[in-house]
Structures are given as C-alpha cells and as structure tokens.
C-alpha cells in the first residue's frame, strides 16, 4: 500500500475507516491513544458513527456487549495498557459468545522510552489469550489493514472477541522529552 | 416506622406490564429479582460482567433508540462501574433508566457492607455526573412516580434516568435465570431483532 509518487505508506488509519464503514460499525468505544488520534477524528466526523467516551477501558467491552444485543455493531479503541482493565469484563464476551474487536496501539513494545509501559505492554498479548481473545497483529500500515479486514470478517461471522495490536513500529515509540521542545 | 420496601415488590411492580421494555439485570440478586417477576426473552439477566450492568445498558438504548431499555442492578454491582455514570451523564441516552436496588449489602458473598451504607450517596453521584434526572426511592408513591418515568416515550427526558431504591436486607429464595449466555444472548436478539437479522 505505497502512495504512487513517494515511498512513505498510506497510514493505516483511512482504510481502516473504509473497512468501519464497510462493516457498517455504529459505535465507536474508546478511550484514547495518541496513536489512534488520526482514526479517532474520522469517526468522530462520521454522521454514521456514534463515538462513545469511555473512562475506562472495560466499559467498552460491556458497552458493545449491550450494542450487539440491540442490533448494532461496534468497536473498541484502546492503548495496550487499557488491556489489564478489562480482563474480567471479557468474560461477557467469551460467555455469551459476543463479536467484539478491539484495535490496541501498543505502548511498552518496540522502542519504548517509558518503564512503567513495559509490564502491561509485555503482557498484553498473553492476558488477551488467557481470557479467550484470539490476537492478531500488525507492524507495518499495511499489515495492521489486513489484519483489521480479517478481524471484523471473523469476529462477527464466528463470534468471538479478536484484538489487533498495532505494534510501536507502526505507531512510532514517544518520547515526552522530544515531544515537549 | 416506615415500612422498607421489599425488592422483589419492587421489581415485581416496575415489570408487571412490561410493555417493550428491554431489561438488563445486574448479577447476584437483582438477577434472580428480575427472574422471580417472570422470565422474559428480552431479559437479559447477568451472571458476571460485574460493574458492567448500566454500560450494556447504555450500549443497548444506543441501538435502540426508541425503545425503552431498564438496568436492575444492586449497589455493589453499581459502586464497582461508577465510572459508568460519568459516561451515561454525558451521552445523554433519554431511552434509558437504572435502577439500583441498595439494600446497603454484598448479597451473594456473605451480606458484608458497602459503602452506600456508611454515606455514599449514589444520587448525589448520578447527579454530578449529568443524568437528566437522578432520583431517592423510599416509599410506595416514589415507586409510583419512579414507574411512571421508566415507560415515559421517546424524549420525554433530556438524558438517562438514575433511581436508588432503598430496599431491605432480607434473604430471598432463589429465583435463578437460565445459565447459558449465548442462549440468553441469543433469545433476546431473535425476540428483539427477528431470527432473520440476529442469526445472520
């Protein structure tokens, strides 16, 4: 996915609405990442889209547990640290056979300057697993598109919750320190 | 001394004529309250999820904007997602109603306290977080009035509806729903959606 003229690839974050769209996604659940800042304006200005504001991160699982009940589909954005909130709300959706997908930016993953992202971001894929959530992954733009394409297919066809981490080579790893000057 | 309302009375009296309300119901007893006053398809009792009660309520009066969706939790189901309240209060859902039944105690762990017994005012909370109305049940008239807002039509509210029933401590029989949650998933979206739709 390389624009024509230049090698720099398509973000991730505009086919990623398309597939949204495509999915006919309703409610956007969030609680927000700098690397989902660009997805997040999309929806936002979406007339299609209700994007729900989360305090943290579970709500979101129970939220589109009660969406799908209604008729409607949604999806869950999140940073990896979010992950370790939701871990028992996650019974719900492994119970009761709920498709959910959660799009995860990883934090505490390539690069890292901050210590204190490391344990959840370390432990991020292993928790998902352990509760019953299949993960998949992305590294590249055009990787994290293709795994969010088959994700939504299979979450909601099979119903069961799918994660998509977005890997910090993707997202790129933050520095407060540069950010600041 | 004013009689403490009962919760199954309670219950049994907000659900009598359900109309097309769609009811979610806390785990624990608020569960079994819901089962006692007659299983329904559009039902949805949980059995974990706990602290996720109001926000699958939410999700669901999104979805379905015109009709009237109910959460029956209990206090200690409400006091762990409490930050539920902040995001109902600015959503606005006017379809929506909780309804916490506070007996003041951990029901199924053994009747330890919660914090709504030592003060915790979960109206005053519900206030602050923006629900268009936020109410104290106490008496047979506030059930009433509580009664007639739940099945108040379309925007009859500018946001969601927040009560707290103050109900007795005493131990109930066993209602239990059925157990299985993709059956009781399943049976609501089918009843609510038609098998068509929910099992496509």
């Known amino acids: 996915m390389k624009n024509s003229n230049q090698s720099k690839p398509t973000h991730w974050s505009e086919p990623v609405h398309s597939l949204l769209r495509e999915h006919q996604i309703k409610q956007v659940a969030m609680v927000p990442d700098a690397g989902h800042a660009n997805l997040i304006r999309l929806c936002e200005a979406d007339k299609k889209m209700k994007v729900v504001r989360l305090t943290s991160e579970e709500q979101g699982v129970s939220l589109l547990g009660g969406a799908w009940l209604g008729g409607e589909k949604g999806i869950l954005l999140m940073q990896s640290s979010g992950v370790g909130n939701c871990i028992n709300m996650l019974s719900l959706s492994t119970s009761c056979q709920m498709p959910l997908v959660i799009l995860i930016t990883m934090r505490g993953d390539h690069g890292e300057f901050n210590p204190s992202q490391v344990p959840m971001g370390n432990a991020t894929e292993t928790v998902l697993s352990a509760m019953g959530v299949l993960v998949r992954r992305g590294d590249t733009h055009e990787a994290v598109v293709e795994e969010v394409a088959g994700a939504l297919h299979m979450a909601f066809n099979t119903s069961r919750p799918i994660a998509v981490l977005i890997g910090q080579k993707v997202t790129g790893a933050k520095d407060f320190r540069k950010l600041t000057h | ?200």
Not at chain 2, 120 to 141: E, F, P, W, Y
Not at chain 2, 155 to 160: F, L, P, Q, V
């Open chain 2, 1 to 200: 001394m004013k009689k403490i309302l009962q919760r199954r009375e309670v219950v049994n009296f907000l659900l009598h004529q359900r109309d097309d309300l769609l009811v979610v119901a806390g785990l624990g007893a608020p569960a079994w309250d819901i089962t006692a006053a007659g299983d329904h398809p559009l039902s949805f009792p949980l059995w974990g999820a706990m602290g996720g009660a109001a926000m699958i309520g939410l999700g669901l009066a999104m979805a379905q904007p015109k009709r009237n969706v109910l959460v029956v939790t209990g206090d200690g189901e409400m006091l762990m997602g409490l930050g539920s309240l902040a995001v109902i209060g600015a959503h606005k859902p006017a379809n929506l109603s909780i309804v916490v039944l506070d007996n003041e105690h951990y029901g199924e762990t053994g009747m330890q306290k919660t914090v709504t017994g030592l003060g915790v005012d979960l109206v005053g909370m519900a206030k602050s977080a923006g629900l268009a109305q936020s109410m104290l049940v106490a008496n047979k008239t506030d059930l009433e009035n509580l009664r007639n807002e739940i099945y108040k039509k379309g925007k009859a509210r500018s946001g969601a509806l927040f009560a707290q029933v103050k109900v007795g401590s005493e131990k109930l029989p066993l209602v239990l729903p059925p157990r299985d949650g993709v059956y009781l998933k399943n049976r609501f979206r089918i009843e609510l959606l038609g098998s068509e739709k929910a099992l496509a």
